[in-house]
């Protein structure tokens, strides 16, 4: 059974600061997702990742992914309030009826 | 281009009562999927379909029943609604690269 963690669970960080959430799962894969979830609204693809090593960046955010360490990486540059959320880690599970298994989720609050 | 669409968007259900909740994709996708979200829990896979007239048990099954007479919906039912399906229920759809997710069926069972 594939089990996905995500650490930390919770994120409290000053703007401009820089962080890394961290998504560990435990059996191959070599394709990953990561969203973005604001309070009540849907989930908002960010990042796709399909082999390792794939490094992916858009604007403050750039996510990696290693499927040796089976470990994939959300890096938070220079963090501003725009990026408060919750960010979730899913791995597909593949084959032929896919499915994506998600982590718990990261909630990160940026403060001024 | 809608997308997935789901109907409805909050309901408040009494213990003991049933309700079906639908999600309509209009991208021709072969799978669909059923995930709820609970606070701290990530998102939970419920039921899943991989084609027309075909469904499948996903992680949490149990009060739960589905069904895919269309390819383009995907119908999730509650035959006796309890508390503990009180959550925010997500429909997904996918042609076999990447994944849309529905906006969310907000339940609360009362």
């Known amino acids: 059974e594939l089990k996905v963690e995500q650490n930390p669970l919770f994120l409290s960080m000053q703007e401009g600061k820089n962080y890394t959430i961290y998504c560990n799962y435990s059996t191959t894969s070599d394709r990953l997702y990561w969203y973005r979830q604001d309070p009540g609204k849907s989930l908002e693809s960010l990042f796709v990742?399909?082999?390792?090593?794939a490094v992916k960046q858009e604007g403050r955010l750039m996510a990696s992914l290693d499927t040796k360490a089976r470990l994939s990486t959300l890096h938070i540059t220079a963090a501003v309030h725009d990026l408060s959320a919750t960010y979730f880690c899913a791995v597909d599970m593949g084959g032929s009826q896919g499915n994506l298994i998600f982590g718990k989720g990261t909630k990160l609050s940026v403060k001024p | 281009n809608a997308g997935v669409t789901q109907t409805p968007k909050f309901r408040v259900l009494k213990t003991g009562q049933s309700m079906t909740l639908l999600c309509a994709q209009d991208?021709?996708?072969?799978?669909m999927y059923w995930y709820r979200q609970d606070p701290g829990m990530g998102l939970r896979l419920i039921h899943y379909?991989?084609?027309?007239?075909?469904?499948a048990k996903g992680e949490v099954p149990d009060g739960y029943n589905v069904s895919r007479l269309k390819k383009q919906n995907f119908l999730l039912g509650l035959e006796s609604a309890a508390p503990s399906q009180t959550s925010v229920y997500f429909c997904?759809?996918?042609?076999?690269?990447?994944?849309?997710f529905g906006s969310g069926t907000r339940l609360t069972v009362v």
């Open positions: 997904a759809s996918s042609g076999g690269f990447g994944y849309t």
């Open positions: 379909s991989v084609g027309e007239g075909t469904t």
């Open positions: 990742l399909l082999s390792n090593g």
């Open positions: 991208m021709n996708h072969e799978y």
